[in-house]
């Protein structure tokens, strides 16, 4: 198989060897690593985010890694706009890209096109999201049947996660998610010109590293990443932007226990593989898994 004229995607949890795995593949195919990991894009907190170093990168090229603030919006929306021109650059350079990341949406678009849905943001998530708890999941559906009652019939009142979404596009725009479905996908590349590996191992050693993973974090500059990012004085929604940062500038802040912030930050992290994991197993049918190199 010749992956040389492919785009290829390496997918998976997070902890499960992305990096290191689409490493030693571009080292054997000539190919550079573009990001597609919603949170390794912040430039303030590469530690936290597990984004590689030089060292790790081994003079791969790499794009779209710690390249925007934690001010700055982002979304699938953005991050298209942003990946397509490097593929193409890279393409055009006759190297391979390499797409690596856990963020299985950004993926999913890039691969199969996507509908084009405004951006919403992040306060409008915080504002729904708090309407939600305040309503709790059956009456939130209820609302949600009011202003899209096509999408809300195909959502169970425990889907938390698509809910939240659908009311989240319509107090942004004013149209019902189902509306921005119905219309056709924006494609950006033939299907076939992807290759797709997923890198999956089972979900308790995943836990187990990203307990690991965090404690290392601990000891090894986050405390450093978040007094600057306090320093800043950044919007307070920027914070909720990485996993563990909120729990991090408490305790610098004397509100939380080391032995709370490191807790919660692993259950977190713990709960955000567990819905990758699920992704991957449900949405990934096309991808090979573990493809060996």
Excluded at 34 to 52: F, G, K, M, R, W
Excluded at 171 to 189: H, M, N, T, W, Y
Excluded at 191 to 196: A, E, L, M
Excluded at 278 to 291: A, L, P, S
Aim: hydrophobic share 40%; charged share 25%.
């Amino acid at each position: 198989m010749q992956l040389k004229d492919k785009i290829i995607i390496v997918g998976g949890p997070t902890t499960s060897g992305k990096t290191d795995y689409a490493i030693n593949l571009a080292k054997k195919i000539n190919a550079e690593i573009i990001n597609a990991d919603s949170q390794q894009v912040y430039s303030e907190i590469p530690i936290l985010t597990a984004q590689p170093t030089s060292e790790e990168k081994q003079g791969i090229p790499h794009f779209l890694f710690g390249y925007k603030t934690l001010n700055n919006d982002h979304s699938v929306g953005i991050w298209l706009k942003e990946v397509i021109p490097v593929i193409n650059e890279i393409i055009y350079r006759n190297k391979t890209p390499i797409i690596v990341g856990g963020t299985g949406m950004y993926l999913k678009a890039l691969s199969d096109g996507i509908n084009e849905i405004p951006d919403v943001s992040l306060e409008i998530k915080l504002e729904v999201h708090k309407q939600l708890e305040e309503l709790g999941n059956a009456k939130f559906h209820e609302e949600l049947q009011k202003i899209d009652p096509i999408l809300a019939n195909k959502i169970f009142p425990n889907d938390a996660q698509r809910m939240l979404r659908a009311m989240e596009v319509y107090v942004a725009s004013g149209k019902p998610l189902s509306f921005f479905q119905s219309q056709p996908k924006k494609i950006f590349f033939p299907i076939d010109k992807f290759f797709k590996i997923k890198i999956i191992k089972p979900r308790e050693e995943l836990y187990q590293k990203c307990n690991d993973r965090f404690v290392k974090m601990w000891n090894s500059g986050v405390l450093e990443e978040a007094k600057y990012v306090l320093s800043q004085n950044y919007k307070p929604t920027a914070i909720l932007k990485a996993h563990g940062l909120p729990q991090i500038i408490a305790y610098l802040k004397g509100e939380m226990l080391e032995e709370e912030v490191i807790k919660i930050s692993q259950q977190i992290t713990r709960n955000y593989v567990k819905r990758q994991f699920t992704w991957f197993t449900h949405q990934g049918g096309d991808y090979i898994e573990n493809f060996e190199l």
